[in-house]
T-cell receptor, first 112, second 114 residues
């Protein structure tokens, strides 16, 4: 069965500091991994995805994620956090049947 | 930029009533989905729809739920007899297809069953 785990419910980081939001996954077969962001009262917005190729994937708003097959991780990163990055972040894996499996979400707060 | 739109943004209904949540997917997309997010919990898959039929559904999607694409543009989720535990944010999504593609999500409909 496919699943993702986001071990941190809440991440706080100071503005300008690097941020990391953790995600580990469990899949059978090749992983198709995604990060989505949810702002208050908004839907899920696509940030980036890993399909194949380079382990470091770059996405929207300066975010990137590193695929690590040996650790089955796909952590979301940004070199310098902005207050506007404060939101709920969801890691997801998609299976061959096109169904997304989402993590429980991590609430990111960037402190001015 | 194309987007998935959902109406209404908030629906309040009495327990036992029927509700229909509406979605307009992105026009060239072929796969359509409904997801549910109970407050404070993870986003859960309900159903996927392709070629005018359900391609996959979860355990949550029982007989009280149904989906259809009545006119080639709208994609609806009907809940026949709502229960208190149906209160959640319901997200519609669409994609061109295939597992390596990202899906585009609507802004959600908040359903409150009282």
């Amino acid at each position: 069965a496919q699943s993702v785990a986001q071990p941190e419910d809440q991440v706080n980081v100071a503005e300008g500091n690097p941020l990391t939001v953790k995600c580990t996954y469990s899949v059978s077969g090749n992983p198709y991994l995604f990060w989505y962001v949810q702002y208050p009262n908004r839907g899920l917005q696509f940030l980036l995805k890993y399909i194949t190729g380079d382990n470091l994937v770059k996405g929207s708003y300066g975010f990137e994620a590193e695929f690590n097959k040996s650790q089955t991780s796909f952590h979301l990163k940004k070199p310098s956090a902005l207050v506007s990055d404060s939101a709920l972040y969801f890691c997801a894996v998609r299976d061959w049947g096109n169904q997304f499996y989402f993590g429980t979400g991590t609430s990111l707060t960037v402190i001015p | 930029e194309p987007e998935v739109t959902q109406t209404p943004s908030h629906q309040v209904t009495q327990m036992g009533q029927e509700v229909i949540l509406r979605c307009v997917p992105i026009s060239n997309h072929l796969y359509f989905y409904w997801y549910r997010q109970i407050l404070g919990q993870k986003v859960e898959f309900l159903v996927s729809f392709y070629n005018n039929e359900i391609s996959e559904k979860s355990e949550i999607f029982d007989d009280q739920f149904s989906v259809e694409r009545p006119d080639g543009s709208n994609f609806t989720l009907k809940i026949r007899s709502t229960k208190l535990e149906d209160s959640a944010m319901y997200f519609c999504a669409s994609s061109v297809g295939q597992s390596h593609r990202s899906a585009f999500f609507g802004q959600g409909t908040r359903l409150t069953v009282v």
